[in-house]
């Protein structure tokens, strides 16, 4: 019988090993060094995230919430700080910064070539347009 291979390249839970050779697969697993395991967490982390967008009801949605979770509780841990501190910082920035309670989406902005605002929005990638009509009619040039 032809075996196949698939290259998975991902970071995969503690008990996944075990769960596949349960099914016959055979793995190629190894244990990462510190470095690399912080880096493979933040690509788990934006898979997961990207799994969250892709849901199609709320039960999807607490599993795909759960696993960003465990990636992010991961991640402290790895990371050396501790979700008490993370939590700590959310509501500060939610102080200063607001939530997500209103709901406000902002389609652009626009700014005067003198002003070095532009820098970040540059350095961040944000793409330059000509102009872009928003839901209430107003439009950026």
Same mark, same amino acid.
């Given at each position: 019988m032809r075996k196949r291979?698939?290259?998975?390249d991902k970071l995969i839970r503690d008990?996944?090993?075990?769960?596949?050779?349960e099914q016959g697969l055979v793995l190629n697993p190894r244990v990462l060094d510190h470095d690399e395991f912080i880096a493979r967490l933040k690509d788990k982390l934006i898979e997961?995230?990207?799994? #969250?967008a892709q849901v199609a009801n709320q039960d999807e949605l607490v599993e795909?919430?759960?696993?960003v979770l465990e990636v992010v509780h991961a991640l #402290?841990?790895?990371?050396?700080?501790?979700?008490e501190k993370v939590e700590r910082t959310r509501q500060a920035k939610?102080?200063?910064?607001?939530?997500?309670?209103?709901r406000i989406y902002n389609a652009a902005i626009e700014v005067e070539s003198s002003n070095t605002a532009i820098d970040y929005y540059l350095l961040k990638g944000y793409q330059e347009?000509?102009? #872009?009509e928003n839901k209430a009619g107003q439009k950026f040039k």
């Open positions: 291979y698939f290259k998975i008990k996944m090993p075990e769960i596949m050779r997961e995230a990207s799994e #969250v795909e919430l759960a696993d #402290v841990i790895a990371s050396g700080v501790t979700m939610r102080l200063k910064r607001g939530g997500f309670d209103e347009i000509e102009k #872009v």
